[in-house]
C-alpha cells in the first residue's frame, strides 16, 4: 500500500529508533496521526526540549539538565566511595530502578570493539581517573555487559586499575552471557550486584 509522502517520512523516521521494526514503526505512525493535534504538539515540544536541554553529566556521563552535574552526582546521601562502571546511561536508569545500589556511577558511553574501531580512548578514562585521583573512591564495580565487548572493557579495566588504591569487583553472573544490564529484571540485578566478584588488577604475564 502506497501511502502520502508525509505518513511514510513519519514511518520511516520512527523505524530507525531502536528496537522498532517496520511494523512497529507504521503503527506508532498510525496511532500518532488519530491522536489529537494538543497531544501532538505535547509529545513535539518534550522531544525538541529534551534535546535542547539534556546533556551528559561532566561527571558521571548520565543524563544532566544544563551545565550541571545531574541529580545522582548531586545527591549528597551517596555513597561516594563506590563507583558503579557501565557502558551507557540507560545501565544506570536499569541499577537506579533496583533502589538497592546508593553508590555512584561512572559511564564509560561504549564498550571496547576492535572491530568497529573503539578503543579505550573512547572510553573516558580521563574522567574516570581524576575521580579516583580525588582520593574518595574505595572500590570500583565494573558492571558492563555480559557479552564479548563488555568483558574485554571489564578485562581491560581490571589492568588498567593496577596499582591504584581501589578494590575492583565485577557483578557476578546473575546476567546470562550476550545480555544487557537495562533488559534485566531488578531482583536478577540486586543479586548481581551483592555476588559481585574480586577482579584480578595484575598484569597477565607474557
Given at each position: 500500500?502506497?501511502?502520502?509522502?508525509?505518513?511514510?517520512?513519519?514511518?520511516?523516521?520512527?523505524?530507525?529508533?531502536?528496537?522498532?521494526?517496520?511494523?512497529?514503526?507504521?503503527?506508532?505512525?498510525?496511532?500518532?496521526?488519530?491522536?489529537?493535534?494538543?497531544?501532538?504538539?505535547?509529545?513535539?515540544?518534550?522531544?525538541?526540549?529534551?534535546?535542547?536541554?539534556?546533556?551528559?553529566?561532566?561527571?558521571?556521563?548520565?543524563?544532566?539538565?544544563?551545565?550541571g552535574p545531574c541529580a545522582i552526582c548531586r545527591d549528597g546521601r551517596r555513597d561516594r566511595s563506590?563507583?558503579?562502571?557501565?557502558?551507557?546511561?540507560?545501565?544506570?536508569?536499569?541499577?537506579?530502578?533496583?533502589?538497592?545500589?546508593?553508590?555512584?556511577?561512572?559511564?564509560?558511553?561504549?564498550?571496547?570493539?576492535?572491530?568497529?574501531?573503539?578503543?579505550?580512548?573512547?572510553?573516558?578514562?580521563?574522567?574516570?581517573?581524576?575521580?579516583?585521583?580525588?582520593?574518595?573512591?574505595?572500590?570500583?564495580?565494573?558492571?558492563?555487559?555480559?557479552?564479548?565487548?563488555?568483558?574485554?572493557?571489564?578485562?581491560?579495566?581490571?589492568?588498567?586499575?593496577?596499582?591504584?588504591?581501589?578494590?575492583?569487583t565485577r557483578i557476578a553472573r546473575g546476567l546470562p552471557m550476550g545480555g544487557d544490564l537495562d533488559?534485566?529484571?531488578?531482583?536478577?540485578?540486586?543479586?548481581?550486584?551483592?555476588?559481585?566478584?574480586?577482579?584480578?588488577?595484575?598484569?597477565?604475564?607474557?
Amino acid at each position: 500500500m502506497i501511502y502520502p509522502p508525509a505518513i511514510s517520512r513519519l514511518v520511516d523516521e520512527l523505524g530507525r529508533l531502536p528496537g522498532v521494526g517496520p511494523k512497529s514503526a507504521q503503527r506508532l505512525a498510525f496511532h500518532l496521526l488519530r491522536t489529537d493535534r494538543a497531544a501532538v504538539d505535547r509529545l513535539s515540544t518534550a522531544l525538541l526540549e529534551a534535546r535542547a536541554k539534556v546533556s551528559p553529566c561532566a561527571e558521571c556521563g548520565f543524563f544532566a539538565e544544563g551545565d550541571g552535574p545531574c541529580a545522582i552526582c548531586r545527591d549528597g546521601r551517596r555513597d561516594r566511595s563506590v563507583l558503579c562502571v557501565v557502558e551507557d546511561p540507560k545501565d544506570v536508569a536499569a541499577l537506579e530502578a533496583t533502589h538497592e545500589f546508593r553508590g555512584l556511577y561512572h559511564v564509560l558511553g561504549r564498550a571496547l570493539s576492535p572491530i568497529d574501531g573503539v578503543g579505550p580512548e573512547a572510553l573516558r578514562l580521563d574522567v574516570l581517573a581524576r575521580r579516583l585521583d580525588g582520593g574518595h573512591v574505595r572500590e570500583v564495580i565494573l558492571a558492563t555487559d555480559p557479552d564479548v565487548e563488555g568483558e574485554a572493557t571489564a578485562m581491560y579495566l581490571s589492568h588498567w586499575l593496577t596499582g591504584r588504591p581501589v578494590r575492583v569487583t565485577r557483578i557476578a553472573r546473575g546476567l546470562p552471557m550476550g545480555g544487557d544490564l537495562d533488559y534485566a529484571d531488578a531482583l536478577t540485578l540486586i543479586r548481581a550486584m551483592e555476588g559481585r566478584q574480586v577482579m584480578p588488577t595484575e598484569p597477565h604475564s607474557a
